[in-house]
T-cell receptor, first 115, second 109 residues
């Protein structure tokens, strides 16, 4: 069973479109995250939710809106896609409210390509 | 600001050699560090972690060393194998995990 699963794995779309990436974890973890990995492999935190509440919101354009319907799901909706949004987006989760409580479990990533 | 960086973007070794991947961090208050391995097309996977009350921690073929005086971490991989080829990240625990830029390890047989 996949611990952290993301869909879709690949997404190719035109500039200006709106798209969503979904994430689900079956680990019973309390906290979920979205990270963005650019073409140089740099991983940067975007958002974090703990028990459906937003706890981290880094400097991300407001075109990006996370939504957590329950603690096992964290979806990422992106409006008015731009070329610079092309990246691999990783969902992750941890057991406790902070990363000091243990390792971060990552999904396989969703590669977004904006044309 | 806080940053976690790696000294070398790439490292090439022969199979059977020992590999050492280095990482410098800037936040002296950090007390938890993790090394991750990311294989091509996959998400990062946990390798080993260390807390600031330790200088060294060993796993299976991997050792992490922490030097708090100079704010330096290293990951040592013994008897490197082709399957170890990947991008390696150190990460520092803050409000979220802050990742360094990654070192690409290439192992040739």
């Amino acid at each position: 069973d996949t611990a952290v699963s993301q869909t879709p794995k690949y997404l190719v779309t035109q500039m200006g479109n709106d798209k969503s990436i979904k994430c689900e974890q079956n680990l019973g973890h309390d906290t979920m995250y979205w990270y963005k990995q650019d073409s140089k492999k740099f991983l940067k935190i975007m958002f974090s939710y703990n028990n459906k509440e937003l706890i981290i919101n880094e400097t991300v354009p407001n075109r990006f809106s996370p939504k957590s319907p329950d603690k096992a799901h964290l979806n990422l909706h992106i409006n008015s896609l731009e070329l610079g949004d092309s990246a691999v987006y990783f969902c992750a989760s941890t057991l406790g409210a902070g990363v000091n409580t243990g390792e971060l479990f990552f999904g396989e990533g969703s590669r977004l390509t904006v044309l | 600001g806080e940053s976690v960086g790696l000294h070398l973007p790439t490292l090439s070794v022969q199979e059977g050699d020992n590999s050492i991947i280095n990482c410098a961090y800037s936040n002296s208050a950090s007390d938890y560090f993790i090394w991750y391995k990311q294989e091509s097309g996959k998400g990062p996977q946990f390798i080993i972690d260390i807390r600031s009350n330790m200088d060294k921690r060993q796993g299976q073929r991997v050792t992490v060393l922490l030097n708090k005086t100079v704010k330096h971490l290293s990951l040592q991989i013994a008897a490197t194998q082709p399957g170890d080829s990947a991008v390696y990240f150190c990460a520092e625990a803050g409000t979220a995990l802050i990742f360094g830029k990654g070192t690409t390890l290439s192992v040739s047989s």
